[in-house]
């Protein structure tokens, strides 16, 4: 599943995780009801005291079948603000309604049929399209980042690194709480800001549109990835929350980067001050092509010297501040290691008073 050619220079791959079998329970649910359903359909139209009602016309069974789920997918969306799921229903019905027709089965005992054997049909394959939509996703944990790979048709991958990582959000539900699996979310701080400015501008929008609350969460899933229904939920989170810790820049450290940068520069402004010392002691030195006399060529003499300590006067000024910033940047640094010190002490002696 992890090709050595994606790997980065000394990483190694900590974890593989797969959603959980249960983390797509809300698309197994639509398949359940269809089953449930149907067969329900069959039983009261074969086996009850109501089947007398069903057999006068052929389609009152299909139209009870249908007006139901139609029904159900209906209230269904309305409370999940989802409405892919009537349409999905929909089309099951639509299909049905067409292949009685097509295939000529108006007889009575056709349809009865029909009704339960078209339910658990389609709700097989909807459990098999699940459940390779489930196989498709893989989250890869290594020493470095995670690497998020996932899709049917169209292939996608993403890579967070743990340094890079703001927040980490979780959610575990009713099954997730009771099997032991839930959804992990890390949260990058570059991306949050512009996430929730889109967020704010989608809420004002669409106050008065029923799909704003889809709009929010697809804007969100644009900004985020996630670890969808991993197991185990718990060791998977203490496992990326220390991933994350590990990579977090200490004040300490962030303190010793910044005085790099500042001796960087301080060294950058040396070298180019002795850059233009020895450009300046190059050109003074070179011969005059026009011969003159001697008494000419001492006075021209005395006048380069005169020029080149006006040179050095120019630069001295330049190395004391130079030097004087270097001095302030090594006292800087061994008053951090000062302080540290002192708080290392501390710590070994309250580990000797523990032991």
Same mark, same amino acid.
């Given at each position: 599943m992890v090709n050595e050619d994606e790997m980065l220079k000394?990483?190694?791959?900590? %974890?593989?995780?797969?959603?959980?079998?249960? *983390?797509? +329970?809300?698309? #197994?649910?639509?398949?359940?009801?269809?089953?449930?359903?149907?067969?329900?359909?069959?039983?009261? +139209?074969?086996? =009850?005291?109501?089947?007398?009602m069903f057999s006068g016309n052929p389609w009152y069974p299909i139209l009870l079948w249908g007006l139901?789920?139609?029904?159900?997918?209906? +209230?269904? *969306?309305?409370?999940?603000?989802?409405?892919?799921?009537?349409?999905?229903?929909?089309?099951?019905?639509?299909?049905g309604v067409s292949l009685v027709v097509s295939q000529g089965w108006l007889n009575q005992s056709d349809v009865?049929?029909?009704?339960?054997?078209? =339910? +658990?049909?389609? =709700?097989?394959?909807?459990?098999l399209i699940v459940e390779l939509y489930r196989r498709s996703y893989?989250?890869?944990?290594?020493?470095?980042?995670?690497?998020?790979?996932?899709?049917?048709?169209?292939?996608?991958?993403?890579?967070?690194?743990?340094?890079?990582?703001?927040?980490? *959000?979780?959610?575990?539900?009713?099954?997730?709480?009771?099997?032991?699996?839930?959804?992990?979310?890390?949260?990058?701080?570059s991306e949050k800001a512009s996430i929730e400015n889109e967020i704010k501008a989608a809420e004002k929008k669409s106050r008065l549109n029923i799909f704003s609350k889809k709009d929010d969460q697809n804007l969100q899933s644009k900004a985020y990835c996630e670890l969808h229904g991993v197991y185990p939920y718990k060791d998977v989170r203490k496992m990326i929350e220390n991933m994350v810790q590990d990579h977090v820049i200490t004040p300490y450290q962030k303190e010793q980067v910044e005085f790099h940068k500042q001796q960087l520069d301080v060294q950058k402004q040396m070298r180019d001050l002795l850059k233009n010392q020895?450009?300046? %002691?190059?050109?003074? %030195?070179?011969?005059?092509?026009?011969?003159?006399?001697?008494?000419?060529?001492?006075e021209k003499e005395e006048e380069k010297e005169e020029e080149t300590e006006g040179k050095e006067e120019v630069f001295q000024p330049e190395q004391i501040d130079?030097?004087?910033?270097?001095?302030?940047?090594?006292?800087?640094?061994? #008053?951090?290691?000062?302080?540290?010190?002192?708080?290392?002490? %501390?710590?070994?002696?309250e580990e000797e008073e523990e032991k």
């Open positions: 000394n990483e190694h791959v900590e %974890k593989i995780l797969t959603p959980h079998p249960l *983390s797509f +329970v809300k698309l #197994q649910s639509l398949c359940i009801f269809l089953i449930v359903w149907g067969t329900l359909v069959g039983w009261l +139209v074969n086996f =009850s005291s109501y089947k007398d139901v789920m139609l029904v159900a997918s209906v +209230v269904v *969306s309305l409370a999940t603000v989802q409405w892919s799921i009537f349409f999905l229903y929909l089309g099951i019905f639509a299909a009865l049929v029909f009704v339960p054997a078209y =339910s +658990v049909t389609v =709700s097989i394959i909807g459990f893989s989250y890869i944990l290594t020493n470095y980042r995670i690497i998020f790979k996932g899709g049917v048709l169209t292939k996608r991958e993403r890579t967070i690194r743990y340094d890079k990582v703001s927040d980490i *959000s979780t959610k575990q539900g009713i099954f997730g709480q009771i099997f032991g699996f839930g959804t992990i979310t890390p949260k990058l701080s020895t450009q300046t %002691k190059k050109t003074l %030195k070179k011969k005059p092509v026009a011969v003159v006399e001697q008494n000419d060529e001492e130079i030097q004087k910033q270097m001095k302030d940047l090594l006292k800087k640094q061994i #008053q951090i290691k000062d302080e540290e010190e002192p708080e290392e002490e %501390k710590d070994e002696e």
